[in-house]
């Protein structure tokens, strides 16, 4: 069955990702962060990666871009590790919004007036400033080096122009953590936690490393290529369930019907996804649909789910 499948995907990746790559004439590239803006809107890459190291990849698999909301849930695993479930669950909840990623809409209609989900912009905010370590720069380096374990790459690196963009540009982000300041739900200064949250936004990766850092989560929090256990499985579990709810910012609903795998999408155009026991999967393509979630890469893991029958559900 896993051969014929295998076999199936070496036969037709390619194809499939020049005919989904059509799509992207119907998406947008996210320009509110400038730097952005200058991605490929054509571009769309995939990279499959299995636990005994076998890869397939197609597209532009091996252009970097960075890695935005899909970060927050290496973040959201870090501060678990770091403080334990019931930290961490005092300060963000774990309810979908079904709201944009960067609302502040529902920030004042709860009592205590934490965020929602640690997937949000406001949720992820709060989670990094639950990092542990001395200061800012020890924070990030931490989520840094942890970044580079999960996707077995020391060579992962800022994307500084994207850094630079971001922190010159976000208002919004920055109105946020303002007023989580205020409702006392920070664990650190604004000034402090926005530079945590805008570098771990701007680390940049390919699909390969996409996959590889899905693959540790396919396995339960377990790197099949090293025999490593990286990630407590609860905390895996935990992330997982998240991103089958909220992965996909208000889009999530409508991709666990359509392709029914744990996934994360950010606004540079990456998705991660996985298929659990089997498949660590990166994906890319800048061009956005109107819920902000890579419209080439979105039509393209709805396609293998449905074609090589992968959904959960
Ligand atoms: N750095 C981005 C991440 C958003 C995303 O990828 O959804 C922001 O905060 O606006």
Redesign the pocket.
């Known amino acids: 069955m896993a051969v014929n499948e295998w076999e199936q995907l070496k036969l037709h990746l390619d194809k499939w990702v020049e005919e989904c790559r059509e799509t992207s004439a119907a998406g947008k590239v996210a320009e ?2 400038p730097e952005l803006s200058k991605a490929k809107p054509d571009m769309l890459g995939i990279h499959i990666l299995d636990a005994k190291g076998r890869s397939i990849s197609a597209g532009e698999a091996q252009d970097s871009f960075t890695m ?3 970060s927050k849930v290496f973040t959201l695993i870090l501060a678990l590790m770091d403080h334990g479930e019931s930290a961490v669950f005092s300060k963000v909840g774990m309810e979908p919004t079904g709201d944009h ?2 609302s502040i809409m529902k920030l004042e209609l709860v009592q205590p007036a934490i965020p929602f989900n640690p997937l949000i ?1 406001a949720g ?1 905010i709060v989670v990094s400033s639950m990092i542990k370590g001395e200061n800012a720069e020890a924070k990030s380096a931490r989520i840094l080096a942890f970044f580079r374990e999960l996707a077995g790459n020391p060579n992962l690196e800022y994307d500084m122009q994207v850094y630079i963009s ?1 922190s010159k540009t ?1 208002h ?2 920055r109105s946020i953590a303002y007023f989580l300041l205020d409702k006392g739900v920070l664990g650190c200064g604004v000034d402090e936690v926005l530079d945590i ?2 570098r771990h ?2 680390i940049k990766v390919c699909c390969a490393d996409l996959a590889r850092m899905a693959l540790v989560l396919a396995f339960d929090g377990k790197d099949p290529l090293t025999g490593k256990t990286l990630i407590p499985r609860r905390y895996v579990q935990i992330a997982k369930t998240f991103m089958v709810t909220c992965g996909m ?1 208000n889009g999530s609903g409508e991709f666990a019907i359509e392709a029914g795998l744990p996934a994360k ?4 155009g990456g998705i991660l996804t996985l298929v659990p026991g089997r498949y660590g999967i990166g994906v890319v393509g800048p061009a956005l649909n109107s819920k ?1 979630n890579s419209i080439a890469g979105v039509q393209l893991i709805e396609r293998l789910s449905q074609t090589l029958d992968w959904s959960l559900f």
């Open positions: 509110y962060i935005q909301s899909i990623f960067n912009n992820a971001e976000a919004l982000n949250y805008f936004c701007a910012y999408s950010g606004v540079s902000g």
